[in-house]
């Protein structure tokens, strides 16, 4: 049976899409993974979704959720925050959840131009993967 994860963010419109995308990519097989915001968002952040299709994921189609879609449906072993924003609003709300704090830079505050814009997606893209990586090597599978 697969362990049921979350990423939650605030707006659920970049950094929780990329993580729950690079968890399926990487061990879909094992968890059953799902992003959600405590505030979604209307719409994913385009360069969010570009950033993504650079790294061979489409994440396009995605839609962001609020986190009332779970509650009381879901049980979950793990939750992982990616921003700070959501750890304050989530002390409680998922029970016995262990909750995992992985503050990322917003890529939707990046300021500048396109490119530079772009530039701070795929960092904080790279951030990401390279920490799932990394829990992935420690994680009893």
């Known amino acids: 049976m697969k362990r049921n994860i979350l990423f ?4 659920n419109s970049a950094r929780s899409q990329m993580a ?6 990487h061990a879909g097989d094992t968890f059953d ?5 405590t505030e979604p968002a209307d719409e994913l952040f385009s360069p969010a979704v ?5 790294a061979g994921i489409d994440i396009s189609q995605n839609k ?3 986190i009332e ?6 049980h979950f072993e793990k939750v992982f925050i990616v921003c700070d ?5 989530c002390p409680i709300i998922f029970g016995m959840a262990k909750r995992i704090l992985w503050p990322f830079d917003d890529p939707a505050k990046a300021t500048g131009t396109e490119e530079q814009i772009m530039d701070s997606c795929r960092k904080i893209r790279d951030q990401i993967e390279a920490k799932i990586l990394e829990w992935l090597k420690h994680e009893t599978i």
Do not use: R, Y
Not at 33 to 37: E, L, Q
Not at 69 to 74: D, I, N, P, V
Not at 85 to 89: D, L, N, R, S, T
């Open 85 to 89: 924003g959501a750890a304050k609003k």
């Open 20 to 25: 729950e995308a690079f968890l399926k990519k």
């Open 33 to 37: 993974v799902h992003s959600a915001g």
């Open 8 to 11: 939650l963010c605030t707006g």
């Open 64 to 66: 962001p959720k609020g």
């Open 69 to 74: 879609q779970f509650l009381g449906h879901k």
């Open 50 to 54: 570009k950033a993504m299709a650079e």
